[in-house]
T-cell receptor, first 112, second 114 residues
Framework: GNSVTQMEGPVTLSEEAFLTINCTYT??????LFWYVQYPGEGLQLLLKATKADDKGSNKGFEATYRKETTSFHLEKGSVQVSDSAVYFC???????????FGPGTRLSVLP | DADVTQTPRNRITKTGKRIMLECSQTKGHDRMYWYRQDPGLGLRLIYY???????NKGEISDGYSVSRQAQAKFSLSLESAIPNQTALYFC?????????????FGEGSRLTVL
């Protein structure tokens, strides 16, 4: 079955540091890939997405590129802020949008 | 107002009690889902519904039941709550024809079973 693996946290960075959170997936067909973010006390919200190979999703300074050859969708940001402290989930849905699979989440803490 | 609304937001109950968590949405989506979040385990699917007459079990449906009362309403019931059902529960919606099936989440219902 489909699965998502992401780097375990927690990740602690200083403000303005570079962020990478690794995500790899196993899936048949051509899944869509997502990064969701959960701020403290809130539900999950979509951060960015990519629906086909080589697509780059971007939002709020975050980027991730759909790499089919390495089955990866790593999340990056060049300069993190304290307000980026949250839990980040990598996820995929199959090509029919019927099966959504989440990774375990990576907690990011950014210190001033 | 939130597009996906869950009630209650917090609930403390005792073992053996019946609990219902309710979800309503104003997005007009056909698909609705109930997930459970536990620390270190991510989100796990409990039940999902692709339309009013469609109910499907997810990976952890034991001990839970659902009702799709209308397109906009999807409730989750715990007939006899037990402590290991203590978790954060999320309702979500999606529309296959838009946004690559992106899920839209409610703010969550925190349930504690003593």
């Amino acid at each position: 079955g489909n699965s998502v693996t992401q780097m375990e946290g927690p990740v602690t960075l200083s403000e303005e540091a570079f962020l990478t959170i690794n995500c790899t997936y196993t899936a048949t067909g051509y899944p869509s890939l997502f990064w969701y973010v959960q701020y403290p006390g809130e539900g999950l919200q979509l951060l960015l997405k990519a629906t086909k190979a080589d697509d780059k999703g971007s939002n709020k300074g975050f980027e991730a590129t759909y790499r089919k050859e390495t089955t990866s969708f790593h999340l990056e940001k060049g300069s993190v802020q304290v307000s980026d402290s949250a839990v980040y989930f990598c996820a995929l849905s199959d090509n029919y949008g019927q099966n959504f699979v989440f990774g375990p989440g990576t907690r990011l803490s950014v210190l001033p | 107002d939130a597009d996906v609304t869950q009630t209650p937001r917090n609930r403390i109950t005792k073992t053996g009690k019946r609990i219902m968590l309710e979800c309503s949405q104003t997005k007009g989506h056909d698909r609705m889902y109930w997930y459970r979040q536990d620390p270190g385990l991510g989100l796990r699917l409990i039940y999902y519904s692709f339309d009013v007459k469609d109910i499907n079990k997810g990976e952890i449906s034991d001990g839970y039941s659902v009702s799709r009362q209308a397109q906009a309403k999807f409730s989750l019931s715990l007939e006899s709550a037990i402590p290991n059902q203590t978790a954060l529960y999320f309702c979500a919606t999606s529309d296959l024809n838009h946004d690559a099936g992106e899920l839209f989440f409610g703010e969550g219902s925190r349930l504690t079973v003593l």
